[in-house]
């Protein structure tokens, strides 16, 4: 495992202790308390770099819009701005982030599902584009405004993902319009005076092979077809959404970027050309890629439980902290970062201290002999790790550190007991 992880360049084992680009996990663990986001800056923008290369390879009109779901700190967001990336966004406060981290609105998509009309009209004081997501909302923004730009989000029926939760096309999905809807959704936008349009669709999250991508691109493009055949809509960018993965077991091959960025735009050109749809830009959302393996979940040892069946390592980092193990079964590689060295010679089961059964980070899991005092480190984790984080069991949220090059600095304070009261109000007969 550790060949593969270090890999990666910004981990690095110094004496049998992790370091972080250059940052001595033990120091910032220390320092800052556990648990603790750490993010490497450096990670980011080579994450970012190496795609957009990828990319512009094969076409000159393409765009990254960062999707900021998967990690919306605001340092993160900066980073990606100074790197000229765009934003992917799904809530009116992910806009409200994106604005501070000073995207300026013609960067900035919105890609919301089950939208309210004073979200809609936010966005539309916001000024960012809105990918429309169902006939009704498309409706309800065309009775008081007016866009320059509409992008529709079209349901390809081709789905794809690491667990059912995330696959966001096809028959089940709640997300984007079905063919026919497209059409009348276009229609009814060009006859409102809508006159610059784009088409976007989002599959799904975690796909480490081409051939989903390829399959869903297909179809959009045949969609786009009949939309600038029958409408008679030209087309200002085709959105091929994010999810592309990134290997978290060991035995899990990296998607082949490059094969990725072959298959999918030299399709891309293609169909452009047969179908007449002119030059529009290529535009993909991803979150994941860009942000998972630049982060580190620094957690403390508190506890040894060995019962007759299994030997608890329970830590101070549980599904409050991290969700992805619990919520998807997810695998997260995880070392002791102060005992790197050491063999791996006992099976845990390393558990949080939220009062449920499922709060584990880890089941049956080889790692080296643990003590209480140790530190982990779960690996993999910049993505939908602190950005799906929770107050659950009333525990505040830990704080994030960046990391670059030797440095660090404290990007989120953690949370206090304070925290938990935020908000809350004693109605008059309780006081
Ligand atoms: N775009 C949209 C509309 C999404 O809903 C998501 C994630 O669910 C993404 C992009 C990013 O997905 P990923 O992080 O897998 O790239």
């Known amino acids: 495992m550790s060949s593969k992880i270090f890999s990666n360049g910004h ?17 910032i663990a220390e320092k800052f308390d556990t648990p603790l986001y750490v993010l490497a800056e450096r990670r980011i923008r080579e994450n970012y770099r190496r795609l957009y290369d990828a990319l512009k390879k094969h076409y000159d009109k393409v765009r990254i819009y960062y999707s900021a779901k998967a990690n919306t700190s605001l340092s993160v967001l900066k980073i990606l701005e100074s790197e000229g990336a765009y934003l992917d966004t799904v809530s009116p406060g992910e806009v409200f982030l994106a604005l501070r981290a000073s995207f300026t609105s013609d960067r900035i998509l919105f890609t919301g599902t089950s939208v309210r009309d004073d979200e809609l009209k936010f966005l539309v004081d916001s000024g960012v584009t809105i990918n429309i997501d169902s006939l009704s909302q498309l409706r309800r923004l065309l009775s008081f405004h007016l866009p320059e730009m509409i992008s529709v989000r079209v349901n390809p029926e081709i789905g794809a993902g690491h ?7 096809g028959r089940d999905s709640k997300f984007g319009i079905w063919e026919d809807d497209v059409i009348k959704a276009y229609k009814y936008a060009r006859e409102a005076g809508v006159k610059k349009f ?5 599959i799904g999250s975690g796909i480490l092979t081409v051939e989903p991508f390829l399959l869903a691109a297909e179809k959009m493009l045949e969609i786009a077809r009949h939309v600038h055949e029958e409408v008679g809509v030209d087309f200002d960018f085709i959105d091929f959404g994010g999810g592309l993965g990134v290997p978290y077991r060991p035995e899990e091959e990296s998607l082949d970027l490059d094969l990725y960025a072959e298959k999918v735009l030299g399709l891309y050109l293609r169909r452009i050309g047969e ?7 290529f535009f993909i959302e991803p979150g994941r890629y860009i ?6 979940l620094l957690t403390r040892v508190n506890t040894l ?21 619990a919520m998807y079964g997810s695998y997260h590689p995880i070392i002791v970062a102060n005992r790197f060295d050491s063999a ?5 089961d390393v558990a949080g201290p939220i009062c449920e059964s499922g709060d584990l980070l880890a089941r049956d899991r080889r790692l080296p002999r643990i003590s209480e005092g140790d530190l982990l480190a779960v690996l993999n984790v910049g993505a939908y790790g602190f950005s799906m984080s929770s107050q659950y069991n009333s525990r505040p949220r830990c704080g994030e550190v960046l990391v670059k090059d030797g440095e660090y600095a404290l990007i989120r304070r953690k949370e206090d007991f304070e925290s938990l009261l ?4 004693l109605p008059s007969w309780l006081k």
Not at 275 to 280: A, F, M, V
Not at 291 to 296: F, L, P, S, T
Not at 344 to 348: C, G, Q, S
């Open 305 to 325: 439980k060995i019962t007759p069946f299994k030997k608890f390592v329970g830590v101070d980092a549980g599904f409050n902290t991290l969700i992805r193990p």
């Open 422 to 425: 935020i908000g809350q109000e």
């Open 163 to 169: 667990h059912e939760h995330c696959i966001t096309a």
């Open 275 to 281: 179908y007449d749809l002119g030059e529009p830009w």
């Open 344 to 348: 791996e010679e006992e099976v845990y």
């Open 291 to 296: 942000v998972c393996d630049a982060g580190v």
């Open 11 to 27: 981990l690095e084992n110094r004496g049998g202790v992790l370091y972080i680009d250059g940052v001595s996990s033990l120091e």
């Open 198 to 202: 784009g088409i976007q669709m989002h």
